[in-house]
């Protein structure tokens, strides 16, 4: 066993070189030294990915899931086309977003704390900087939201999920009810919605549009979720109401990114 | 016998990289070095947390800081303690992972450093088992 000296010397010298490789792997110069290294785990990364998706798709019935996922996006559109029609709107605020600003972009990672139980905080894509992706650019599957892109790198990023949500201003589709989508421990909350605002169980979850200046963030539209159960009290200012995401990522393997 | 701990090891390393959120690979890092105290454990220690912060896109080097710096915690705690026990595996592993999940912003912070503390102790059990077997197995050969 080496002495209490060797020991010191092993812990000071390489604590001291993760320290460098900390400050230097926040720099340019790095970069294609990180990519390189991404580019060389890549392979690992969807090999596991893939067998995972499959373990999932294979575990339960997608049919149906699928099914319903359709008809609330068929749902949506024609909810939405009834009400421009009606009120004769002269922009465009629901339409989905043109595939020609969509890129496509692999899961490789999705850690959760029991696998195939519990549902991820994030995931990670196969497309990074060098794709053109920016932190900040919104993730979807058809017109539903997955998340925003958190983190990127050279040649992968991290995706928040829509679930992880700090505030992001979204409507009922019915009502045109503003709210706020915030998650509350396990669960995602529709709040901040005025009392005498009408919502109720079954209604869908847009997003409102909150663009900035460069195109990022979500545009107008975009299926956040539906709601299954509210929490009123006439004594409280807000009224609020728990929302579930439609997308099941477990079993996803493609995501797509909006390109600004 | 390192085989065993070393496939733990790479076991643990490829679950926390793809698959899961529990640290561990930091509890294999624990019952490597309370088994073996070799110093080639530290240089483990680090290449896996750069290894951990390439897979889940962290900065890179903050896991590393901190497996080396708990790890050599662990060794200071030798002359006050018997470490080569349950209690100190379980405790360890606990307190180690509870501080792993908070810096690196995770959720269900108590859950999951309880759920590593009951990995922890499973394993040391199983392959503390396995060499008394083992030992014993060679000393009955040899005579």
Redesign the interface.
């Known amino acids: 066993m080496p002495r209490k000296n060797q020991y010191f010397f092993l812990f000071f010298s390489l604590f001291f070189s993760a320290i460098v490789i900390l400050l230097v792997s926040t720099t340019a110069f790095f970069r294609p030294v990180r990519s390189l290294a991404e580019l060389s785990i890549s392979p690992l990364q969807h090999v596991t990915s893939f067998l995972f998706s499959i373990s999932q798709t294979a575990a339960s019935s997608t049919s149906l899931v699928e099914e319903n996922r359709k008809l609330l996006s068929q749902i949506t559109k024609l909810k939405e086309t009834e009400k421009e029609y009606q009120a004769l709107k002269k922009q465009f605020q629901n339409t989905p977003v043109s595939p020609a600003k969509l890129l496509p972009a692999q899961i490789v990672g999705r850690r959760t704390f029991v696998p195939g139980v519990s549902e991820s905080r994030e995931i990670l894509i196969n497309k990074g900087a060098k794709d053109g992706l920016k932190k900040g650019m919104v993730v979807i599957i058809e017109d539903m939201v997955v998340g925003k892109v958190a983190t990127v790198s050279e040649r992968m990023s991290r995706v928040s999920l829509i679930t992880q949500s700090t505030g992001t201003t979204a409507k009922t589709l019915d009502t045109n009810a503003l709210g706020v989508i915030q998650k509350q421990g396990d669960t995602l909350v529709f709040g901040n919605v005025v009392l005498s605002e009408k919502i109720s169980p079954g209604d869908i979850v847009i997003t409102v549009g909150e663009q900035d200046e460069s195109g990022l963030g979500y545009p107008p539209g975009l299926i956040i979720g539906k709601i299954i159960s509210i929490d009123k009290k006439p004594s409280a200012l807000f009224q609020a109401a728990e929302v579930t995401s439609p997308i099941i990522l477990s079993r996803e393997t493609t995501v797509f990114v909006i390109m600004p | 016998m390192t085989i065993i701990l070393l496939t733990f090891f790479a076991l643990a390393l ?1 679950l ?1 990289g ?5 640290p561990v690979t930091l509890i294999a890092l624990i019952i490597l070095l309370l088994q073996k ?3 080639w454990i ?2 483990l ?2 290449g896996s ?3 951990l912060d ?4 962290q ?4 896991t ?2 901190f497996f ?2 708990f790890l ?1 915690a662990l ?1 200071l705690y030798e002359r006050k303690y018997e470490i080569q026990t349950l209690p100190f595996v379980v405790v360890s592993s606990f307190f180690g992972s509870l501080m792993y999940l908070l810096i690196m912003r995770s ?2 912070v108590f ?2 450093s309880f ?1 590593s503390s009951v990995i922890g102790g499973v394993a040391f059990i199983l392959y503390s088992t396995y060499r008394k077997r083992h030992l014993k197995a060679r000393s009955t050969f040899r005579r």
Request: glycine share 6%; hydrophobic share 65%.
């Open positions: 490829l926390e793809m698959i899961t959120t529990l105290r070799e110093y530290f240089f220690a680090f947390g750069l290894l390439l897979f889940t896109l900065s890179l080097g903050l590393s800081i080396v710096i050599f060794l959720d269900m859950w999951q759920m």
